[in-house]
């Protein structure tokens, strides 16, 4: 009989991983849990499986979880990943950092790539910045790159990876820093690999990570998020955003968008690529007490016995409690109120020329007569005169649902859900969609968060953007699905 885990210690180790490396091995089952469990305590001299449960459960995951990591993380990347990510860095965000760190007197910007895998993605940014010194002249670009699985950052500081790994990579860059190193296989050149700086670090490490400068410019966090829970995400945020300089900026997948719904960094929308900004905090002071904060920063901070306190990382800053849903209320009426049918004849040309809020109203009209292509092409118009509008492109969300592109919903609900992280309904709408996709983890998340925002509002209010729908009828329907 093949050997397995007892429940008890099965749900232990869950937590025990879930609390160190996140949430991505627990749809392993137990049997997949155990070969892992096996390799691990094969390579680090075990003499049984069990032995290497035991230390972990006996010791809480504190004694031998990290020689773990790589068999439960996963390492799928490849050079310019998401391409599009990158132009937008080159011709916008680049250009914003310099004008930004000019301004405040700073030579240099600093760059950090979160949970880095095998290099692939800071190796990509080194090569851009290659190619884009005469953007940004005198401008020295740091960067950092940290993952929490060793085996990765070894094959990482080698910089030889297999063809594969450059499927996405424009043939000059292949040409200009690749040269063969075996049968498939190639050697990034030693002055790109010389660019990045990488370290080992958890995300849900409490420390700070182990970065030579005291805040970034910009964040790279792709495709790591989706592994963390709710609380997790939080956290992690919160380091983001201390560590990052006013006018920072933040990338993450875009299948993470609104992972947080408690974040507070500004979205931005850069030719359709939404990247997290955080702005520049205003001053709230008066002169008088600005004068007395300049003067205390000037003077190092002392303890009861007069000596100067030792210098910390930034704290963890954590934001503002979440804010009271406000109901549904009427939506404001155009200058000029028109009917439906007046709406409907004025929809039929195409070419008329119409005012943001004339667009959604009849692409609303649209869609509520049966004339879908016409419904699209006005929350198209709509979403080009206000493209972080989320009920706009919430609007246009429900449109391509009826159309029958879920797909396409789901996207714009990422969109909507990114511009206002305290959309109800976005969650709901994300959630049925989910389900129906049989994606049952991703939609029970978006449901527990509109059920999480729900509890702060009378159950007999409206949802906005579900007419008719009251706060009671949306928390019974979450209810009924999350206890199936």
């Known amino acids: 009989m093949a050997e397995n885990i007892a429940d008890e210690h099965f749900e232990k180790l869950l937590q025990i991983f879930e609390r160190y490396i996140g949430t991505s091995h627990l749809k392993l089952r137990k049997r997949e849990l155990y070969k892992h469990l096996s390799l691990g305590a094969a390579k680090l001299g075990f003499k049984s499986t069990q032995e290497l449960i035991d230390k972990l459960i006996k010791s809480n995951g504190a004694d031998g979880i990290d020689s773990l990591i790589e068999?439960?993380?996963?390492?799928?990347?490849?050079?310019?990943?998401?391409?599009?990510?990158?132009?937008?860095?080159?011709?916008?965000?680049?250009?914003?950092?310099?004008?930004?760190?000019?301004?405040?007197?700073?030579?240099?910007l600093n760059v950090w790539c979160a949970g880095c895998s095998s290099g692939e993605e800071p190796y990509s940014l080194a090569m851009l910045l290659d190619n884009t010194d005469s953007l940004l002249p005198g401008l020295r670009i740091n960067i950092y790159a940290s993952d929490i699985n060793q085996e990765f950052l070894k094959r990482a500081a080698d910089g030889i990876y297999s063809e594969w790994s450059f499927r996405e990579l424009p043939e000059e860059y292949l040409q200009k820093y690749l040269k063969p190193a075996g049968k498939n296989r190639y050697e990034l050149a030693p002055r790109i690999r010389k660019k990045v700086k990488f370290f080992s670090y958890n995300l849900l490490s409490p420390e700070y990570p182990a970065i030579p400068v005291q805040k970034l410019d910009m964040i790279l966090c792709r495709n790591v998020l989706i592994y963390f829970n709710e609380k997790q995400i939080h956290g992690i945020f919160n380091k983001f955003q201390s560590l990052l300089h006013d006018e920072g900026w933040l990338l993450t997948s875009p299948a993470e968008v609104a992972a947080d719904p408690d974040c507070d960094l500004k979205p931005v929308n850069c030719a359709g690529i939404y990247f997290y900004r955080k702005m520049r905090a205003k001053p709230e002071q008066s002169g008088a007490a600005n004068n007395i904060i300049k003067g205390a920063s000037e003077n190092k901070a002392k303890t009861e016995t007069g000596k100067p306190k030792p210098a910390n990382r930034p704290k963890t800053v954590m934001p503002e409690p979440l804010p009271k849903p406000v109901?549904?209320?009427?939506?404001?009426?155009?200058?000029?109120?028109?009917?439906?049918?007046?709406?409907?004849?004025?929809?039929?040309?195409?070419?008329?020329?119409?005012?943001?809020?004339?667009?959604?109203?009849?692409?609303?009209?649209?869609?509520?007569?049966?004339?879908?292509?016409?419904?699209?092409?006005?929350?198209?118009?709509?979403?080009?005169?206000?493209?972080?509008?989320?009920?706009?492109?919430?609007?246009?969300?429900?449109?391509?649902?009826?159309?029958?592109?879920?797909?396409?919903?789901?996207?714009?609900?990422?969109?909507?859900?990114?511009?206002?992280?305290?959309?109800?309904?976005?969650?709901?709408?994300?959630?049925?969609?989910?389900?129906?996709?049989?994606?049952?983890?991703e939609a029970l998340r978006n449901l527990r968060n509109a059920e999480k925002l729900l509890s702060k509002m009378d159950d007999s209010a409206e949802v906005a953007g579900c007419e008719g729908v009251t706060v009671r009828n949306m928390r019974e329907t979450i209810t009924k699905i999350i206890s199936q």
Request: contains cysteine; glycine residues 6%; proline residues 3%.
């Open 327 to 441: 109901p549904a209320t009427e939506k404001p009426r155009l200058e000029k109120q028109n009917s439906t049918a007046e709406l409907l004849n004025i929809a039929k040309d195409r070419q008329t020329k119409v005012s943001q809020e004339q667009a959604a109203a009849m692409a609303r009209c649209c869609a509520d007569a049966g004339q879908l292509e016409l419904a699209l092409h006005w929350s198209n118009i709509a979403m080009n005169g206000d493209n972080l509008n989320p009920e706009t492109h919430y609007l246009h969300a429900q449109i391509l649902r009826e159309n029958g592109d879920i797909d396409a919903a789901l996207r714009e609900l990422k969109n909507v859900l990114f511009l206002n992280p305290y959309f109800i309904a976005g969650y709901f709408a994300n959630g049925m969609l989910l389900l129906k996709k049989g994606k049952r983890k």
């Open 71 to 108: 068999y439960f993380t996963v390492g799928e990347t490849y050079f310019f990943r998401h391409k599009q990510c990158f132009d937008v860095i080159k011709s916008d965000i680049l250009p914003k950092l310099a004008e930004f760190a000019q301004k405040e007197g700073r030579s240099e």
